[in-house]
């Protein structure tokens, strides 16, 4: 690794469990026991360090559901087993999204398109997949399908923030919300995977300290 993608790797591990404003780049460099010269001639200020290091969370998140799904049966089953992964961090997604919308409001919007664009191609790419092997009928628009579980996931995040509820509630109803969402998509085949894959899948989502 180079010293950037070394730097990025640690920098993105204080951020997500420490706090994207709570993290100084005096904090960074003395982890790495390095300057904070160097911190800012590689990347020029805090916000691109920033971008950079949530940036790569999110990559490796993509990283690590491709190869959990390697050893999955079907294409339903690999959706499920994704889903499930982005459930399990959608805690940690929602602090480091309100945070950065207050405290970084650039970084906010730039990690914002990455995001859509990563979890839409994916989104993309399974419904067409679970179509085109008869666990989803014919009727079910990908387009559609993506509007309706972002907007489902995004709207329970913002009544959570209003609420006294935590963390594990958070997760019960985004769980729910989409599992049910998808099982009404589903081919009578479709709906004996998702019976047999709940409990497997979604009955004991871990945190993200024990994944």
Known sequence: MTQREIIIECAS???VTQGVKAVRMDDIAQALSISKRTLYELFGDKEELLYQSLLHFLVEGQR??????RSVENSLEVMLLCLRDMIAYAPVSSRIRTNLKRFYPSVFERLENDAHANSQSDLRHWVKDC????YFTTTADSEL???VLQDSVQG????????TADSVHLVSRITYAIVIFIRGLCTISGIEVIDRCFDKYFG???SIDTL
């Open 145 to 147: 399908v993506i509007r």
């Open 156 to 163: 329970i995040m913002l009544v959570d923030k209003l609420d």
């Open 204 to 206: 004991n989502i871990p």
């Open 131 to 134: 179509v085109a092997s008869g």
């Open 64 to 69: 690590r559901r491709n190869e959990q799904s």
């Open 13 to 15: 591990k204080m951020f």
